[in-house]
């Protein structure tokens, strides 16, 4: 069970929180120094490969997947979330997110992701610089300064 208010149990995620923390997900793909660790990230192999079922009030409205592959020491990380909800026969929230990371001893070499809400499309994209890891959307470029040793 879930407990996001003092008294009140659920058995499934709110669409707010859910929403909140896909937002949560894409602030940190734009700020990632937000997200900076002092240790060595450690990938799970293609046998973590997960996909869950996303309920709003027990009915399901979508899917979430993470999948991991690996091939000449990169690792791939796909995440792919579809959600849809209808009222009567017609599309009441509609949302899509596709992302891939590619990783090399434990550092980010790449990201590439897609989301699309009720329509409209945002476009993230990263890479390593010297300066930094460079991130790309619609607020403009973005460079997070690298992690301190």
């Given at each position: 069970?879930?407990?996001?208010c003092p008294?009140?149990?659920r058995?499934?995620i ?5 929403l ?7 602030v ?7 997200a ?7 990938l ?11 309920l709003y ?5 979508g ?18 979330i ?6 009567a026969?017609?599309?009441?929230f509609?949302?899509?997110?596709r ?14 992701s ?9 476009h ?14 619609k ?8 992690p301190?040793?």
């Open positions: 069970m879930f407990q996001f008294g009140q149990e058995t499934s709110s669409r707010r929180a859910l909140m923390g896909g937002f949560a997900g894409a940190s793909c734009a700020f990632p120094r937000v900076c660790g002092a240790t060595a990230i450690v799970p192999t293609a046998a973590g490969n997960r996909r869950f079922s996303v009030k027990g009915d399901r409205i899917t979430h997947t993470v999948s991991y592959s690996s091939a000449t020491g990169e690792t791939r990380v796909n995440t792919e579809h959600l849809l909800v209808k009222v026969f017609f599309t009441g509609a949302f899509s997110h992302s891939e990371e590619i990783w090399r001893a434990g550092r980010l070499m790449s990201l590439n897609e989301t699309v809400e009720h329509g409209e499309t945002l993230v994209e990263g890479a390593p610089m010297p300066q930094g890891f460079r991130v790309v959307s607020g403009g470029p973005f460079i997070a300064p690298p301190r040793p």
